[in-house]
């Protein structure tokens, strides 16, 4: 049986994201979360006891990090950016390539740590699918699975319900919210397999970081139950 951590000491990148926002609040409210690190290559604007911010611009090289990096036992992923006009081969190198020169770098400093990883719903296992995006993170979640993290678990939601205050840096994802919020709200609960919140995602991902996931791949129903 997988051996839970209570006690959670955290590295998480994409923190003035939409979605990495809502993670670190969740993890500052987190009493079991003693330290959190955030890496990121802008300030995510936050103060608190257990918060430790480093900027730095090339997460292809964690080198000069190696001595911060250490004494962590979970990285929460929800780093990510959008595939929109871009070729697949730039789309790789900024979230495949940029993931697992995270992910080995981190593994290396930590072994036996755990790795929560954000992709998204339809996310293409087989790699070989029509859709871009899918087949890239479907590359993604393949490989992280077969790395040695205790333990590695991919979070596929859907449409994510931000928390107060919190906003997209991408203009149409925040249009898009700005519009339809109050409407996913009214259909979070009889659509669960297409909706979560990002508290939800927040606390699914701690509670993965800590043994209690039951699948290492989970949708948005799996999200929204472990998280509510």
């Known amino acids: 049986m997988q051996k839970k ?3 959670l000491k ?10 990495g926002s ?15 690190l955030v890496l990121g290559r802008s300030a995510c604007g936050r103060t ?4 430790k911010e480093i900027l730095h611009q090339d997460f292809f090289d964690l080198k000069p990090l190696a001595k911060s990096v250490k004494g962590y036992n979970a990285c929460l992923f929800p780093l990510g950016v959008t595939s929109v006009g871009m070729s697949e081969d730039r789309y790789t190198r900024i979230t495949y390539d940029l993931t697992l020169a995270v992910a080995q770098a981190l593994l290396n400093a930590n072994p036996g740590m755990s790795f929560c990883y954000v992709s998204g719903k339809s996310t293409d296992s087989s790699e070989t699918g029509p859709v871009m995006w899918a087949r890239v993170k479907g590359r993604i979640e393949n490989k992280l699975l077969s790395m040695d993290f205790r333990p590695p678990v991919m979070l596929r939601p859907g449409a ?18 700005t519009v339809f919020t109050p409407l ?19 606390r699914a991902m701690l509670l993965a970081a ?19």
């Open 48 to 51: 608190h006891p257990k918060l």
């Open 184 to 202: 996913l709200r009214l259909l979070l609960p009889v659509l669960p397999g297409s909706i979560t919140t990002s508290e939800r995602v927040g």
């Open 5 to 7: 951590d209570k006690d």
């Open 10 to 19: 955290v590295i998480l990148f994409g923190a003035t994201g939409m979605i």
């Open 210 to 228: 800590r043994g209690a996931a039951r699948m290492k791949i989970m949708e948005s129903v799996d999200i929204n139950r472990l998280g509510a």
């Open 22 to 36: 809502g993670v670190l609040q969740t993890c500052l409210d987190d009493p079991g979360v003693k330290k959190a």
């Open 160 to 177: 994510i319900i931000p928390m107060e205050g919190v906003r997209s840096k991408t203009g149409w994802y925040q249009a898009f919210y």
